[in-house]
C-alpha cells in the first residue's frame, strides 16, 4: 500500500508539473501575440503615416532649417492655393500652417479661384491659350467678361487678380479713350476680352485697336 501510495503522490506532482509547464508555455505563447500584434500595429502606423507624408502636395521639407521645425520663408510672391480655399503669397507660407498641425494642403499652384484652374498651363512667349469656341461668358471681378472658363482660365493662370463675379457677361462699357487707332503698338500681356463680335482680344490695347 505504501508503494501505491508513492507512486500515486508521484503521479499527481507529475501532472501537476504537466499542468504547470502547459499554463506556462501558454502564458508565453500569448503573450508573444500580444507583442507581435503590437508591434505589427505600430509598423503599419509608421507605414500610415510615410504614405500620408509622401500624399502631401506641399514640399515643406525645403524650407525647414537643420534640426528645426518651423519654416524660415522668403518674401517673393508666388501664390499657392491651400485646401482650405485661402491664397497664401508662396509655398513656404502654406508650410508654416501645416507645421502648425493644421490639417491641411496645398490645392493648387496659383490663387484660389471661384473656378478650379489646376488643368490650365501659363502660355509661353506670350501666345494665347488655345481655347474653344464654346460661348459660356464669364464675368471676371475686373469687369470684363470672358467667353468661357478656358478664357478666364488662361487670364487666371498667367497672373492676372481677377476671380469670378458671376456667370454670365458682365455688360460694362471698355473705355478706349486713351487708347485710340488701328495702329496702336499693343504689348503681348495676355489679359482676354470677349468682344461683343464674338472674338476674343489678348489684350484691352488689342480690344481697342479693333474698336477703333
Request: one cysteine or more; glycine letters at 8%; hydrophobic letters at 30%.
Amino acid at each position: 500500500y505504501i508503494a501505491q501510495g508513492e507512486k500515486a503522490e508521484n503521479h499527481l506532482l507529475n501532472s501537476t508539473a504537466t499542468d504547470l509547464q502547459l499554463t506556462d508555455s501558454t502564458t508565453i505563447s500569448a503573450m508573444k501575440t500580444t507583442r507581435s500584434v503590437a508591434l505589427l500595429g505600430l509598423v503599419l502606423l509608421s507605414c500610415l503615416s510615410d504614405i500620408a507624408v509622401a500624399q502631401r502636395r506641399a514640399s515643406c521639407g525645403m524650407f525647414l532649417l537643420s534640426g528645426k521645425t518651423q519654416a524660415v520663408c522668403p518674401r517673393n510672391y508666388e501664390p499657392v492655393c491651400g485646401t482650405d480655399d485661402v491664397t497664401y503669397p508662396n509655398e513656404c507660407t502654406l508650410c508654416k500652417e501645416i507645421l502648425r498641425n493644421r490639417a491641411i494642403d496645398k490645392k493648387h499652384d496659383g490663387r484660389c479661384v471661384k473656378i478650379d484652374c489646376s488643368n490650365y498651363r501659363r502660355s509661353v512667349n506670350g501666345a494665347a491659350v488655345p481655347c474653344t469656341l464654346e460661348y459660356n461668358p464669364i464675368c471676371g471681378t475686373n469687369g470684363i467678361t470672358y467667353r468661357n472658363k478656358c478664357s478666364f482660365c488662361s487670364a487666371v493662370v498667367n497672373g492676372l487678380d481677377v476671380n469670378v463675379l458671376r456667370n454670365g457677361e458682365c455688360n460694362q462699357h471698355i473705355d478706349c479713350n486713351e487708347q485710340k487707332g488701328s495702329n496702336l503698338a499693343c504689348t503681348l500681356d495676355y489679359n482676354p476680352i470677349c468682344g461683343s463680335d464674338g472674338k476674343t482680344y489678348g489684350n484691352k490695347c488689342q480690344f481697342c485697336s479693333a474698336v477703333s
